[in-house]
């Protein structure tokens, strides 16, 4: 089922109820040409009785090859004009009541049948069902008898008209039991973290890289160094640092002392 609440449906073409029903359709169309060859003269019957359920048979095999797998819920549009042909079929027979309950019956088929392959009805076996019983009615009820009790009144031409109406009812039967429904879409949600989240880890800055060497930096160092006062040896805390001593007598140079005598002789 999907989001919108219906059932989707589908027939694999290569199973055995698939490739049953389009050969029963296939021998559908065979007997009802074969039955149908003498009333080409009359427009109505040969649109109504013969182009009409050759045209489903045909639409209805290309639905079951083509759209088995997405789309067969279009097989509604050929089920709905074999109704239509069955309920004009239906229209000559002898007595009225089973005139009604034929027409009656072929309406719940197109209602069962469309809402079952759309998804509103969300089991696939009313079909087999709807369509088993009026076959196993046609047969034991109508067609045995029929053969047994007045087998000369019954025409080739209306015994391959009646072979055409059981294979398609054939047909629709084990199109009801192949049907299969399609898984739903499984929605992706996306998984929430249970676990709680680390902490940054603060990053540290990186170490400044040494100042790159040049060619001017030895002359820039050299001129630092100059600038650089000299250490004072007197306040050096070396162990081996002069001691100077201040001499209280002094000398004075000789050649001061004459140089002021002289001068006194004058």
Same mark, same amino acid.
């Given at each position: 089922?999907?989001? *919108? @609440?219906?059932?989707?449906?589908?027939?694999?073409?290569?199973?055995?109820? &698939?490739? *049953?029903?389009?050969?029963?359709?296939?021998?559908?169309?065979?007997?009802?040409?074969?039955?149908?060859?003498?009333?080409?003269?009359?427009?109505?019957?040969?649109?109504?009785?013969?182009?009409?359920?050759?045209?489903?048979? !045909?639409?209805?095999?290309?639905?079951?090859?083509?759209?088995?797998?997405?789309?067969?819920?279009?097989?509604?549009?050929?089920?709905?004009?074999?109704?239509? #042909? #069955?309920?004009?079929?239906?229209? @000559? #027979?002898?007595?009225?009541?089973?005139?009604? !309950?034929?027409?009656?019956?072929?309406?719940?088929?197109?209602?069962?049948?469309?809402?079952?392959?759309?998804?509103?009805?969300?089991?696939?076996?009313? !079909?087999?069902? !709807?369509?088993?019983?009026?076959?196993?009615?046609?047969?034991?009820?109508?067609?045995?008898?029929?053969?047994?009790?007045?087998?000369?009144?019954?025409?080739?031409?209306?015994?391959?008209?009646?072979?055409?109406?059981?294979?398609?009812? &054939?047909?629709?039967?084990?199109?009801?039991? @192949?049907?299969?429904?399609?898984? %739903?879409?499984?929605?992706?949600?996306?998984?929430?973290?249970?676990?709680?989240?680390?902490?940054?880890?603060?990053?540290?800055?990186? &170490?400044?890289?040494?100042? &790159?060497?040049?060619?001017?930096? %030895?002359?820039?160092?050299?001129?630092?160094?100059?600038?650089?006062?000299?250490?004072?040896?007197?306040? *050096?805390?070396?162990?081996?640092?002069?001691?100077?001593?201040?001499?209280?007598?002094?000398?004075? %140079?000789?050649?001061?002392?004459?140089?002021?005598?002289? *001068?006194?002789?004058?």
């Amino acid at each position: 089922m999907n989001e *919108s @609440g219906r059932t989707r449906f589908y027939l694999d073409k290569t199973g055995f109820f &698939a490739e *049953s029903a389009v050969i029963l359709l296939a021998m559908a169309i065979i007997f009802r040409v074969i039955g149908c060859i003498g009333m080409w003269s009359n427009r109505v019957d040969a649109i109504m009785l013969v182009l009409l359920p050759v045209l489903c048979c !045909l639409l209805l095999i290309l639905c079951i090859v083509l759209l088995g797998k997405k789309g067969f819920f279009l097989s509604f549009i050929p089920v709905l004009l074999g109704v239509v #042909f #069955f309920v004009f079929k239906s229209l @000559g #027979f002898e007595s009225w009541m089973h005139t009604v !309950l034929c027409v009656i019956l072929y309406v719940v088929v197109a209602v069962l049948y469309t809402a079952t392959v759309i998804g509103w009805i969300h089991t696939k076996w009313l !079909l087999p069902v !709807l369509f088993g019983l009026p076959f196993i009615y046609h047969v034991a009820v109508e067609d045995i008898p029929a053969l047994i009790k007045t087998p000369e009144s019954v025409t080739f031409a209306a015994g391959m008209q009646e072979m055409s109406v059981l294979c398609i009812m &054939a047909a629709l039967f084990c199109i009801g039991v @192949g049907l299969k429904k399609r898984p %739903p879409k499984q929605k992706k949600y996306r998984k929430e973290a249970t676990e709680p989240a680390a902490e940054p880890v603060p990053v540290q800055p990186a &170490a400044s890289a040494a100042p &790159a060497q040049t060619a001017e930096t %030895p002359v820039i160092q050299a001129a630092a160094a100059m600038a650089e006062p000299e250490a004072n040896p007197i306040l *050096s805390d070396s162990p081996y640092t002069p001691v100077l001593t201040l001499d209280p007598d002094p000398i004075e %140079p000789e050649d001061s002392e004459n140089k002021a005598d002289e *001068s006194g002789d004058e």
